[in-house]
C-alpha cells in the first residue's frame, strides 16, 4: 500500500540534535514525511537534508503567527510543530485559523495559555487543584523579598527567584544571604549567584514584570517527556539529567519513579493536555515537585528517541489519527550526547 505523503513545517530547526529530529519524523510508520524547516536564521546545518528551508521572524514578532500561516498555506503544510515558547503562545492565538484552513497546529488549548505563559499562575493552578509544589511567594518589591527570605526554607542561605515570565533558564537568580555583591547575572546558561541587595535593586526597577521567589531545591533534576491524548498521557517517560541544569544538555538516565509518575499523570489529566509536552521535575529522598511545565518539547527529547521510542513519530501520528503503538520504556538506559564534524 502506498504512503500517503504529509507536509510538516518544523521551527527551530538549527538546533544542536537536529539530525535526530529529521530522522525520526522521516521514520514515522505508515506515512512519507517531507519536512519544511524554519529557523530565525538565514543558514543552518540541517538545511541540505530538508526537502525546503524558509527563514522565518522570531516569535515575538508581531507578524509571526501571521507569517507562519501564510508559509503554511504556500507551502502545502499540513502539520506545524513549534520548538520555541515564544512561538507556541504566537500560534495558540491564531490556533483556530490555521486548524479551519487544514492546518493541524501542535500547540495547547487557548485557554491554557495563560497557565504556560506565567509560572506563578501554573503554580496556582497545580497547588489549588492538590499538585504539591515547592515553597514558593510573589515578588514584586523589595519588602516582598525581605518576607521571601523568612518564610522560604534556606539551603546554604540560598534561595531562588525567578521571572514570573520568562523562558527556559533565562531570569533566573540564585540569591545568597552571604554575598555583598554580584559580578554578572542573567545568564542564559548557568545560574549566578547574586546578593540580596543587587536582587532587591533589580525587583524593583522592574516594574513589568512579577517576581517568584522559591525554595532553592538540592537534589535531582528530571526532564519528563510527555505524550498525552487529551489529557490521558500515552507516554511519561522520566529522564534524570546528568547535570542538573540541563544547560548544556551533557546525557540522560531513563528511570521509573512511581511517584512522578501519578504526579504527571495528574497534571495532564489537570491541563488536558494533548500532544508532546516536556515537564522539569525534582525529587529527593521521596519528595517529588514539578518545577516547570513547558508547553512543547525537550530540546533534550532526542535522548529518548535514541534509547528507541520515537516520540516525534508518535506525535505525528497522534496528529493524522493514526494510532499510536506503545513501546516498553527502557528503564535504567543512559544516553549521552556524542558530537561529529561535518563539511559542507
Given at each position: 500500500?502506498?504512503?500517503?505523503?504529509?507536509?510538516?513545517?518544523?521551527?527551530?530547526?538549527?538546533?544542536?540534535?537536529?539530525?535526530?529530529?529529521?530522522?525520526?519524523?522521516?521514520?514515522?510508520?505508515?506515512?512519507?514525511?517531507?519536512?519544511?524547516?524554519?529557523?530565525?536564521?538565514?543558514?543552518?546545518?540541517?538545511?541540505?537534508?530538508?526537502?525546503?528551508?524558509?527563514?522565518?521572524?522570531?516569535?515575538?514578532?508581531?507578524?509571526?503567527?501571521?507569517?507562519?500561516?501564510?508559509?503554511?498555506?504556500?507551502?502545502?503544510?499540513?502539520?506545524?510543530?513549534?520548538g520555541a515558547d515564544e512561538e507556541?503562545?504566537?500560534?495558540?492565538?491564531?490556533?483556530?485559523?490555521?486548524?479551519?484552513?487544514?492546518?493541524?497546529?501542535?500547540?495547547?488549548?487557548?485557554?491554557?495559555?495563560?497557565?504556560?505563559?506565567?509560572?506563578?499562575?501554573?503554580?496556582?493552578?497545580?497547588?489549588?487543584?492538590?499538585?504539591?509544589?515547592?515553597?514558593?511567594?510573589?515578588?514584586?518589591?523589595?519588602?516582598?523579598?525581605?518576607?521571601?527570605?523568612?518564610?522560604?526554607?534556606?539551603?546554604?542561605?540560598?534561595?531562588?527567584?525567578?521571572?514570573?515570565?520568562?523562558?527556559?533558564?533565562?531570569?533566573?537568580?540564585?540569591?545568597?544571604?552571604?554575598?555583598?555583591?554580584?559580578?554578572?547575572?542573567?545568564?542564559?546558561?548557568?545560574?549566578?549567584?547574586?546578593?540580596?541587595?543587587?536582587?532587591?535593586?533589580?525587583?524593583?526597577?522592574?516594574?513589568?514584570?512579577?517576581?517568584?521567589?522559591?525554595?532553592?531545591?538540592?537534589?535531582?533534576?528530571?526532564?519528563?517527556?510527555?505524550?498525552?491524548?487529551?489529557?490521558?498521557?500515552?507516554?511519561?517517560?522520566?529522564?534524570?539529567?546528568?547535570?542538573?541544569?540541563?544547560?548544556?544538555?551533557?546525557?540522560?538516565?531513563?528511570?521509573?519513579?512511581?511517584?512522578?509518575?501519578?504526579?504527571?499523570?495528574?497534571?495532564?489529566?489537570?491541563?488536558?493536555?494533548?500532544?508532546?509536552?516536556?515537564?522539569d521535575m525534582f525529587e529527593k529522598?521521596?519528595?517529588?515537585?514539578?518545577?516547570?511545565?513547558?508547553?512543547?518539547?525537550?530540546?533534550?527529547?532526542?535522548?529518548?528517541?535514541?534509547?528507541?521510542?520515537?516520540?516525534?513519530?508518535?506525535?505525528?501520528?497522534?496528529?493524522?489519527?493514526?494510532?499510536?503503538?506503545?513501546?516498553?520504556?527502557?528503564?535504567?538506559?543512559?544516553?549521552?550526547?556524542?558530537?561529529?564534524?561535518?563539511?559542507?
Amino acid at each position: 500500500m502506498k504512503e500517503e505523503t504529509i507536509k510538516i513545517g518544523v521551527t527551530c530547526i538549527g538546533f544542536p540534535m537536529w539530525n535526530l529530529a529529521i530522522e525520526a519524523f522521516k521514520a514515522t510508520e505508515g506515512v512519507d514525511v517531507q519536512i519544511v524547516g524554519m529557523d530565525v536564521k538565514s543558514d543552518v546545518p540541517a538545511k541540505k537534508y530538508l526537502d525546503s528551508y524558509i527563514t522565518i521572524p522570531p516569535g515575538n514578532s508581531e507578524d509571526y503567527a501571521d507569517t507562519l500561516f501564510d508559509i503554511c498555506k504556500s507551502e502545502d503544510i499540513k502539520v506545524l510543530i513549534a520548538g520555541a515558547d515564544e512561538e507556541v503562545f504566537a500560534l495558540t492565538e491564531k490556533k483556530d485559523e490555521f486548524i479551519s484552513n487544514g492546518v493541524i497546529c501542535i500547540v495547547p488549548k487557548k485557554d491554557k495559555k495563560d497557565l504556560f505563559y506565567d509560572k506563578l499562575a501554573m503554580y496556582d493552578f497545580l497547588s489549588e487543584n492538590g499538585v504539591t509544589v515547592p515553597p514558593y511567594m510573589r515578588v514584586r518589591t523589595a519588602s516582598d523579598l525581605e518576607r521571601a527570605c523568612r518564610k522560604i526554607p534556606l539551603h546554604d542561605e540560598k534561595f531562588i527567584v525567578k521571572l514570573s515570565r520568562s523562558r527556559g533558564g533565562r531570569g533566573i537568580f540564585l540569591v545568597s544571604m552571604f554575598a555583598h555583591k554580584t559580578e554578572s547575572f542573567l545568564e542564559r546558561d548557568e545560574v549566578n549567584t547574586i546578593s540580596l541587595a543587587d536582587m532587591a535593586e533589580i525587583v524593583e526597577s522592574t516594574k513589568d514584570n512579577m517576581f517568584m521567589a522559591m525554595e532553592y531545591l538540592e537534589g535531582d533534576y528530571y526532564d519528563v517527556d510527555v505524550l498525552s491524548e487529551n489529557g490521558t498521557p500515552v507516554y511519561l517517560i522520566q529522564r534524570k539529567r546528568v547535570n542538573p541544569k540541563g544547560i548544556p544538555w551533557q546525557g540522560s538516565e531513563i528511570t521509573d519513579n512511581k511517584k512522578m509518575a501519578d504526579i504527571s499523570t495528574k497534571i495532564c489529566n489537570l491541563l488536558g493536555l494533548h500532544y508532546l509536552y516536556d515537564f522539569d521535575m525534582f525529587e529527593k529522598d521521596g519528595i517529588v515537585y514539578p518545577l516547570e511545565i513547558n508547553p512543547r518539547v525537550s530540546g533534550s527529547m532526542c535522548a529518548t528517541i535514541s534509547a528507541g521510542i520515537n516520540l516525534y513519530g508518535d506525535l505525528l501520528k497522534m496528529a493524522l489519527n493514526i494510532p499510536v503503538e506503545r513501546k516498553s520504556i527502557p528503564y535504567g538506559k543512559k544516553i549521552y550526547p556524542r558530537f561529529h564534524m561535518e563539511v559542507q
